[in-house]
């Protein structure tokens, strides 16, 4: 596709289950991002892959979160034993280059709700 | 580390009014700044950018200036429409010592054209 694609674009879910998220990056694009969505905290980055390594994991809340990018592509961000707080609209971003002046192209996101 | 410290909404004008919208920053060294919008029921973009001091961001008869003296990246459009409802966040690479890359957020301005 063209951009940045993201799946699902809803998910609901109970609390105590595990969901997975994915991030389609745009075609070429080595570094993707993985940013949070909620309305107390504003727009939060999660994690970084740079091809299949991700550097600092630091910006992930707790360790119910992990991620994985395999191929230098797709990237599932996978919460387990999900939580109320954990509802949020979870985005996903790529780019051609990490530099500070590259720009990140946003897919539409995934809105997780936590019942 | 980096911050953004962005005018908070939500901001109501009517069409052809004046917008503009604050944003200061607190960051190591000079880097690239950016403003994104987000329409309803869409994903995050990039509006523009500016990459070194005194660079002048435009786009879609938005500006923003790059000042260093005042650590600002104010947003501007001369004559706003009812298309440019939305929310709008200014945002800066910020780069941590183990490799990551991210993007750090002002918290959004949601504005409102009303006809």
């Known amino acids: 596709g063209a951009g940045v694609s993201q799946s699902p674009s809803n998910k609901v879910t109970e609390k105590g289950k595990d969901v997975e998220l994915r991030c389609d990056p745009i075609?070429?694009?080595?570094?993707l991002y993985w940013y949070r969505q909620s309305l107390g905290q504003g727009l939060e980055f999660l994690i970084y892959?740079?091809?299949?390594?991700?550097?600092?994991k630091s910006g992930l809340p707790s360790d119910r979160f992990s991620a994985e990018r395999t191929g230098g592509s797709v990237s599932t961000l996978t919460i387990q034993r999900t939580q109320q707080e954990d509802s949020a609209v979870y985005l996903c971003?790529?780019?051609?280059?990490?530099?500070?002046?590259?720009?990140?192209?946003f897919g539409p996101g995934t809105r997780l709700t936590v019942l | 580390g980096n911050s953004v410290t962005q005018m908070e909404g939500p901001v109501t004008l009517s069409e052809e009014a004046f917008l503009t919208i604050n944003c200061t920053y607190t960051?190591?060294?000079?880097?690239?700044l950016f403003w994104y919008v987000q329409y309803p029921g869409e994903g995050l973009q990039l509006l523009l950018k500016?990459?070194?001091?005194?660079d002048k961001g435009s786009n879609k008869g938005f500006e923003a200036t790059y000042r260093k003296e005042t650590t600002s990246f104010h947003l501007e459009k001369g004559s706003v429409q009812v298309s440019d409802s939305a929310v709008y966040f200014c945002?800066?690479?910020?780069?941590?010592?183990?490799?990551?890359?991210?993007?750090?957020f002002g918290k959004g301005t949601k504005l409102s054209v009303i006809p």
């Open positions: 971003a790529s780019s051609l280059e990490v530099a500070g002046g590259g720009e990140q192209f």
């Open positions: 945002a800066l690479p910020t780069y941590s010592g183990a490799g990551s890359y991210q993007l750090t």
């Open positions: 892959f740079q091809g299949n390594s991700a550097p600092d």
């Open positions: 500016a990459t070194k001091a005194d």
């Open positions: 960051a190591t060294g000079y880097p690239s």
């Open positions: 075609s070429g694009h080595t570094a």
